[in-house]
């Protein structure tokens, strides 16, 4: 069974401009999460997705927002980049409340 | 304000030499707290989810417990290949919404 599949794995982006990462969960999974890890403030929870609808959401400013497609499918995206926005951006996807599993993650740097 | 809490920020071990890492958190309401080990340049891998205190789960050199305050990873005999940082999570319920919070993980050293 594939696991999750984030792309791309490294992005370098100018202050300013705007990001789209794609996430592909595990087959059968419906629940799509994002996170960001920094090395100063760990991970943090940015959003949920479950069939195709948000549902839950980080204390993140607006400008970080996503969607998922009817394949479970999530892409989340950062429009006018700052230098703070520098990360590792992690997906996870879950069928359960159990456990959830992680992506290998896109490291963004903003330059 | 909900916080989790992990301590030691590192640890080095010997091969061997057995140990616990500590999750400490404050919620308002658990409904259930994860052990996640990730290696450098890696997503999070899965470990364990505990529900309720007096809870425990094992998996090889592993075993995790949990408390109404905390919860411990102990580690019995570790091998070199036991390094990595351990992340510790706890699910709270938010404003009719599951709220995920992170500790800020401890990094284990396994000396050979």
């Known amino acids: 069974k594939a696991g999750v599949t984030q792309t791309p794995r490294y992005l370098i982006k100018t202050r300013g401009q705007q990001v789209t990462l794609s996430c592909s969960p595990i087959s059968g999974h419906r629940s799509v999460s994002w996170y960001q890890q920094t090395p100063g403030q760990g991970l943090q929870f940015l959003f949920e997705y479950f069939s195709e609808t948000q549902r839950n959401k980080g204390n993140f400013p607006g400008r970080f927002s996503g969607r998922q497609f009817s394949n479970s499918r999530s892409e989340m995206n950062v429009s006018t980049l700052e230098l703070g926005d520098s990360a590792l951006y992690l997906c996870?996807?879950?069928?359960?409340?159990?456990?959830?599993?992680f992506g290998q993650g896109t490291r963004l740097t903003v330059v | 304000e909900d916080q989790v809490t992990q301590s030691p920020e590192a640890l080095r071990l010997q091969e061997g030499e057995s140990s616990s890492l500590n999750c400490s958190y404050t919620v308002s309401g658990l409904r259930g707290l994860f052990w996640y080990r990730q290696d450098p340049g890696k997503g999070p891998e899965f470990l364990f989810t505990?529900?309720?205190a007096g809870e425990e789960k094992e998996k090889e050199r592993l075993k995790a417990t949990l408390t109404k305050k905390e919860s411990f990873l102990h580690i019995t005999a570790p091998k070199p290949e036991d390094s990595a940082t351990y992340l510790c999570a706890v699910c709270t319920l938010m404003n009719r919404d599951d709220k995920i919070i992170f500790g800020k993980g401890t990094r284990l050293h396994i000396l050979p």
């Open positions: 505990l529900y309720s």
């Open positions: 996870a996807s879950s069928s359960t409340r159990d456990k959830a599993f």
